[in-house]
Nanobody, 122 residues
């Protein structure tokens, strides 16, 4: 399964950005657990958000709750990470991932996108 992340860029603090994660054939985002992780320079990769749409449930990192949301476009088989009220500490490479359970443990996600850089200037 191939996941293609895109949409990163440079944004000022307080701004918004939308990341995309397109799934190639073999995986349907609407029936999968989809998540986003991020890795800042010199730090370990950390959980950001994950969701399943069947029996709707979304798990957030405390640091992004109320600012980030996840959505999807079935026609495009794409998941989006909507990021609002961005802070400099949100600067990182963002990775999308697909798995079977909504958990924070990145080892539980079998499929990964290549990452997209988000830089938030102060």
């Amino acid at each position: 399964v191939q996941l293609q992340a895109s949409g990163g860029g440079l944004v000022q603090a307080g701004g918004s950005l939308r990341l995309s994660c397109a799934a190639a054939s073999g995986r349907t985002v609407s029936t999968s657990v989809m998540g986003w992780f991020r890795q800042a320079p010199g730090k370990e990769r950390e959980f950001v958000i994950a969701t399943r749409w069947r029996r709707s449930y979304t798990l957030y990192a405390d640091s992004v709750k109320g600012r980030f949301t996840i959505s999807r476009d079935d026609a495009k088989n794409t998941v989006y990470l909507e990021m609002n009220s961005l802070k400099p500490e949100d600067t990182a490479v963002y990775y999308c991932a697909a798995g079977e359970n909504v958990v924070r443990d990145m080892a539980k996600y079998a499929y990964w996108g290549q990452g997209t850089q988000v830089t938030v200037s102060s």
